[in-house]
């Protein structure tokens, strides 16, 4: 095996994503499997979405009930043995009607975007530990950075995602696992499908970008594996931004 197979394989680890059964969960799921994971994906729809490039097995349950999740994650580290990588891609999104969002959606995004994965975390952490450590990629966005309108619970759950990664990364050292953040831009998702079908929408966040267009959700599977794999041995509290420039972008 030559040095990029053996820095970027994940050959013989194995990872869950929550989040799996569409868009960039499944995108990610589908991505390290490619590269030698065996990979469960999580999502609360009764059946993944099939991704080319890797096969992956899709167990259903809901991310912010702790309990049925915590069995999930024993039981998949006591069926392969250990657990290596988690990656923490579920989120929701309920955008504010008229400038004001429930308080009653902005707790669920709260719970679902933010609680979910500290939870999550948590409920991995003793068998990564155990597997000899690892790697936490926390999904979160250019929202975790930039205001948005009309959606504050997602811009504060995702915001908070982003320090919670920090705090975590500090924490879980000791025990070998390093924690990241994987901040998108605008993708092309099902979540985002009203955005992109607008022609109005479509323009602006386009133009915010730097390379010109919208982002696909096989553009974040290479910055996933990076951070799951030896090559970023040496990284963790990263703010990992794939948003084709977006933060980047100056006055023009």
């Known amino acids: 095996m030559g040095i990029l197979e053996e820095l970027f394989s994940l050959a013989g680890r194995v990872a869950i994503v929550t989040g799996g059964s569409r868009g960039l969960g499944a995108a990610i799921a589908g991505g390290l499997a ?43 580290a006591k069926r392969r043995g250990r657990l290596d990588i988690l990656v923490n891609a579920a989120a929701i999104t309920r955008p504010a009607i008229n400038g004001v969002q429930s308080l009653a959606d902005f707790d669920a995004i709260i719970a679902a975007n933010l609680r979910a994965a500290y939870a999550n975390s948590l409920a991995a952490t003793p068998a990564i530990a155990e597997s000899g450590g690892g790697s936490i990629i926390n999904v979160t966005s250019i929202g975790s950075v930039l205001g948005f309108a009309n959606n504050p619970g997602y811009v504060a759950a995702k915001g908070g995602l982003r320090m919670l990664t920090k705090a975590l990364a500090m924490d879980l050292a000791d025990r070998k ?13 099902e979540m985002t499908e009203a955005s992109h079908a607008d022609p109005l929408r479509y323009e602006v966040r386009r133009r915010h970008t730097i390379l010109g267009r919208w982002g696909r959700p096989d553009d974040v599977v290479g910055a996933a594996i990076f951070l799951a794999s030896d090559a970023s041995s040496y990284v963790t509290g990263l703010d990992l931004f794939v948003d084709g420039g977006w933060t980047a972008r100056g006055m023009t």
Do not use: H, Q
């Open 34 to 76: 490619a590269a030698g994971a065996d990979v469960v994906a999580v999502g609360r729809s009764r059946a993944g979405k099939a991704v080319a490039g890797g096969a992956f097995v899709y167990r259903s349950c809901d991310v912010t009930e702790t309990v049925a999740f915590g069995d999930l994650v024993r039981d998949v």
């Open 177 to 189: 696992i390093r924690v990241n953040n994987l901040a998108p831009g605008y993708m092309r998702t």
